[in-house]
T-cell receptor
Framework: EDQVTQSPEALRLQEGESSSLNCSYT??????LFWYRQDPGKGPEFLFT???AGEEKEKERLKATLTKKESFLHITAPKPEDSATYLC????FGGGGGADGLTFGKGTHLIIQP | SQTIHQWPATLVQPVGSPLSLECTVE??????LYWYRQAAGRGLQLLFY??????ISSEVPQNLSASRPQDRQFILSSKKLLLSDSGFYLC??????????FGEGSRLTVL
């Protein structure tokens, strides 16, 4: 059973064209939702933590928001260097959660064309 | 500063051969350490985690094992590789709640 589902799987935008990535989750008693960025051939890099519905976090052209069922990563006026795979994650249910492991979605592969 | 090193970066191994991937962390003590695997179309899968020396927990049954012989060293091993073991292996340590700091990864191809 998937706890985290991301959409779309891939998104191609023109430079400057704003859009949003979606992350829906099915866990109850959410103990945080986390966004990561992954460049090709590298490990994911932490971006944001969100804990409660209505919370927002911003970093440069990225803004993450959270509702009771989903999170959005809004990208405003993106640049080619924003091209990457964006992953969302929730604390793992079960043993891994006891050590603060994370369950990740499959990611959205974002391409920003100049 | 805090760093995490993984090696080797890339390896190609025949089916049935052994495997050893190593991860070391610097700039922190008694970290929670994790091994993840990223396979095509499957996303990141948590394989093992460790909260201290000699303490290993496995998330999924598999052909792999992990060990933590020192506080900042985490090793992923296999006695006999399968084709399905191919993937991108990532070591990480917990820097804060929900914040994992990942290494550069080891890409394994089993032929």
């Amino acid at each position: 059973e998937d706890q985290v589902t991301q959409s779309p799987e891939a998104l191609r935008l023109q430079e400057g064209e704003s859009s949003s990535l979606n992350c829906s989750y099915t866990v109850s008693g959410l103990r945080g939702l986390f966004w990561y960025r992954q460049d090709p051939g590298k490990g994911p890099e932490f971006l944001f933590t969100l804990y409660s519905a209505g919370e927002e976090k911003e970093k440069e052209r990225l803004k993450a928001t959270l509702t009771k069922k989903e999170s959005f990563l809004h990208i405003t006026a993106p640049k080619p260097e924003d091209s990457a795979t964006y992953l969302c994650a929730v604390p793992s249910f079960g043993g891994g959660g006891g050590a603060d492991g994370l369950t990740f979605g499959k990611g959205t592969h974002l391409i920003i064309q100049p | 500063s805090q760093t995490i090193h993984q090696w080797p970066a890339t390896l190609v191994q025949p089916v049935g051969s052994p495997l050893s991937l190593e991860c070391t962390v610097e700039g922190t003590s008694n970290p929670n350490l994790y091994w993840y695997r990223q396979a095509a179309g499957r996303g990141l899968q948590l394989l093992f985690y460790s909260v201290g020396i000699g303490q290993i927990s496995s998330e999924v049954p598999q052909n792999l094992s992990a060990s933590r012989p020192q506080d900042r060293q985490f090793i992923l091993s296999s006695k006999k590789l399968l084709l399905s073991d191919s993937g991108f292996y990532l070591c990480a340590w917990r820097r804060g709640p929900g914040e994992l700091f990942f290494g550069e990864g080891s890409r394994l191809t089993v032929l």
